[in-house]
């Protein structure tokens, strides 16, 4: 089974991941572009049981998205990064942001949401199993 370690920046927040990703997702919406200071983000949600150890201290940001569900995010307090997040509408599941696991290898998303505000320039992966989500 693989296992996968995310952190934030400085290496104090850190996540612990078991097995695949249940949904990997790129999202273009205004909230996750301010978020995270690119025009997309990306994440890979795990089963809560998949998720082995946090450790590390974290600062919590929940607002609501567009469809009424609360997200919780949890960043680094030292050097603001977003490590993980959870969502209540999938209180199952744990999102980790992707580029936490400064992994090159890490599988590409299957999901591409709120297209209608992707940037024209954004090329989404071209894989036969990609949903495009307005």
């Keep these: 089974m693989t296992t996968r370690q995310a952190s934030c920046s ?3 927040l850190r996540v ?7 949904r990997l997702s790129m999202c273009h919406c205004l909230e996750c572009q301010k978020r995270t200071g690119s025009p997309f983000g ?4 795990f089963r809560r049981e998949q998720v082995t150890k946090i450790e590390g201290e974290a600062t919590e940001f ?4 567009d469809e009424g569900n609360r997200v919780t995010f949890r960043f680094c307090p030292a ?16 999102a980790v942001a992707v580029g936490a ?7 590409a998303p299957r999901f591409s949401v709120y297209e209608r505000r992707r940037h024209p320039w954004v090329i989404v992966p071209d894989h036969p199993d990609m949903q495009r989500i307005d």
């Design 62 to 65: 929940a607002r609501v998205g």
């Design 42 to 45: 990306v994440q890979a949600r």
């Design 16 to 22: 612990t991941c078991e097995g695949e990703p249940v």
């Design 10 to 12: 400085c290496g104090q």
């Design 101 to 107: 696991f400064a992994d090159v290898s890490f599988p």
């Design 79 to 94: 050097c603001g990064s977003t490590v993980y997040w959870t969502l209540s509408g999938f209180p199952e599941l744990i």
